[in-house]
């Protein structure tokens, strides 16, 4: 799977007679388990979660990487807890060091979900690993800091942008409540996710299919591209999780799109026209009001929407789980380079 970029991607048809254009994300969300497909489709930019790093620091591949954090955070001394949270920090900015070897663009960079309800330790944690970037030569302006779109999360997020420089990827957004706040919030991207929104309504509703014109997925992105461009909003839209390549058709010409290596194979066998789904004049003339969500009404709109609340509670908890088995594993191996094995 795959690096993100945002790229127009034309593809002849075998007549060559005509051209069809996307204006496409790829996204390898893991390039450490297929590095290959990063040659294949020389992305721009790559992005990282708990989970990933956790299957990646499972690979032989990148002990090398573990050892070094461990080392840098039994270094650093201090409590257990703080030597643990040392390594983790040395750790996921070291695989985003490793993906900026590859990639000329920017990194995506997750923020402890268990922080996802403390706007001043989400703050902290993040200038703690914008430090350890430049530490390494690497400007933060190469990186993107993910933070859950929690009302907490939203707001470290403006806090990090306006008062200290650092762009941000506001991820796990599922309601356009979300989305307003994080517009207001001038947060650098946002990444909508298509795919877990129609999952949830397969799974809540009964239905087993729906057409791109009426994905959940799809009109949720739609409105949230449409509500932005109208009211000139600066933060990107990325539309994330696809299910398949008719979603991603439906979003063309979306601010950007992150799109699996599958789809995209299938998508480069398809010859036919990719006429823009999206566009800011048609943006511009929808009939969506603009509105203003302070903290009460964010939290009251956002828990209108059943799927949105359960969708980013289930995301939290997934995330978090997986980096409580990241911390243990450090744990054990941390004992043994203390114990001389």
Request: proline share 4%.
């Given at each position: 799977?795959?690096?993100?970029?945002?790229?127009?991607?034309?593809?002849?048809?075998?007549?060559?007679?005509?051209?069809?254009?996307?204006?496409?994300?790829?996204?390898?969300?893991?390039?450490?388990?297929?590095?290959?497909?990063?040659?294949?489709?020389?992305?721009?930019?790559?992005?990282?979660?708990?989970?990933?790093?956790?299957?990646?620091?499972?690979?032989?591949?990148?002990?090398?990487?573990?050892?070094?954090?461990?080392?840098?955070?039994?270094?650093?001394?201090?409590?257990?807890?703080?030597?643990?949270?040392?390594?983790?920090?040395?750790?996921?900015?070291?695989?985003?060091?490793?993906?900026?070897?590859?990639?000329?663009?920017?990194?995506?960079?997750?923020?402890?979900?268990?922080?996802?309800?403390?706007?001043?330790?989400?703050?902290?944690?993040?200038?703690?690993?914008?430090?350890?970037?430049?530490?390494?030569?690497?400007?933060?302006?190469?990186?993107?800091?993910?933070?859950?779109?929690?009302?907490?999360?939203?707001?470290?997020?403006?806090?990090?942008?306006?008062?200290?420089?650092?762009?941000?990827?506001?991820?796990?957004?599922?309601?356009?409540?979300?989305?307003?706040?994080?517009?207001?919030a001038k947060v650098t991207l946002i990444s909508p996710f298509v795919g877990r929104i129609l999952d949830w309504h397969k799974e809540n509703t009964g239905r087993a299919s729906y057409e791109p014109h009426e994905d959940p997925g799809v009109l949720s992105v739609?409105?949230?591209?449409?509500?932005?461009?109208?009211?000139?909003?600066?933060?990107?839209?990325?539309?994330?999780?696809?299910?398949?390549?008719?979603?991603?058709?439906?979003?063309?010409?979306?601010?950007?799109?992150?799109?699996?290596?599958?789809?995209?194979?299938?998508?480069?066998?398809?010859?036919?026209?990719?006429?823009?789904?999206?566009?800011?004049?048609?943006?511009?003339?929808?009939?969506?009001?603009?509105?203003?969500?302070?903290?009460?009404?964010?939290?009251?709109?956002?828990?209108?929407?059943?799927?949105?609340?359960?969708?980013?509670?289930?995301?939290?908890?997934?995330?978090?789980?997986?980096?409580?088995?990241?911390?243990?594993?450090?744990?054990?191996?941390?004992?043994?380079?203390?114990?001389?094995?």
């Amino acid at each position: 799977m795959a690096p993100f970029s945002v790229r127009q991607v034309s593809c002849q048809t075998p007549d060559g007679e005509a051209e069809r254009s996307l204006f496409l994300k790829k996204n390898f969300f893991t390039p450490f388990l297929r590095p290959a497909a990063i040659e294949e489709y020389k992305p721009q930019d790559a992005t990282t979660n708990p989970s990933l790093i956790l299957a990646a620091a499972k690979m032989p591949a990148y002990q090398h990487l573990v050892d070094q954090a461990i080392k840098y955070g039994v270094a650093k001394g201090g409590t257990e807890e703080e030597q643990v949270a040392n390594t983790m920090d040395k750790l996921f900015v070291s695989f985003g060091l490793e993906i900026l070897k590859k990639v000329p663009g920017r990194v995506s960079t997750e923020v402890d979900a268990r922080l996802s309800f403390d706007e001043d330790a989400m703050v902290a944690k993040a200038l703690r690993l914008i430090a350890l970037y430049e530490e390494a030569g690497v400007g933060k302006e190469r990186v993107l800091i993910k933070l859950s779109s929690t009302w907490e999360g939203i707001q470290a997020g403006r806090v990090l942008e306006k008062d200290h420089g650092v762009h941000c990827n506001m991820t796990l957004l599922f309601s356009f409540a979300q989305a307003v706040a994080c517009a207001e919030a001038k947060v650098t991207l946002i990444s909508p996710f298509v795919g877990r929104i129609l999952d949830w309504h397969k799974e809540n509703t009964g239905r087993a299919s729906y057409e791109p014109h009426e994905d959940p997925g799809v009109l949720s992105v739609t409105k949230i591209y449409n509500y932005y461009k109208k009211f000139g909003y600066g933060t990107v839209v990325m539309g994330a999780s696809f299910r398949n390549t008719g979603q991603v058709k439906a979003l063309a010409g979306c601010d950007l799109l992150t799109i699996s290596p599958g789809l995209l194979a299938e998508l480069s066998k398809d010859h036919g026209a990719v006429p823009p789904a999206l566009n800011e004049e048609t943006a511009k003339s929808c009939d969506l009001e603009k509105i203003h969500l302070d903290e009460k009404d964010y939290r009251w709109q956002h828990n209108e929407d059943r799927m949105a609340v359960e969708k980013l509670s289930d995301g939290i908890r997934k995330f978090a789980a997986d980096g409580i088995k990241l911390e243990t594993m450090i744990k054990e191996k941390m004992l043994n380079v203390k114990n001389g094995k």
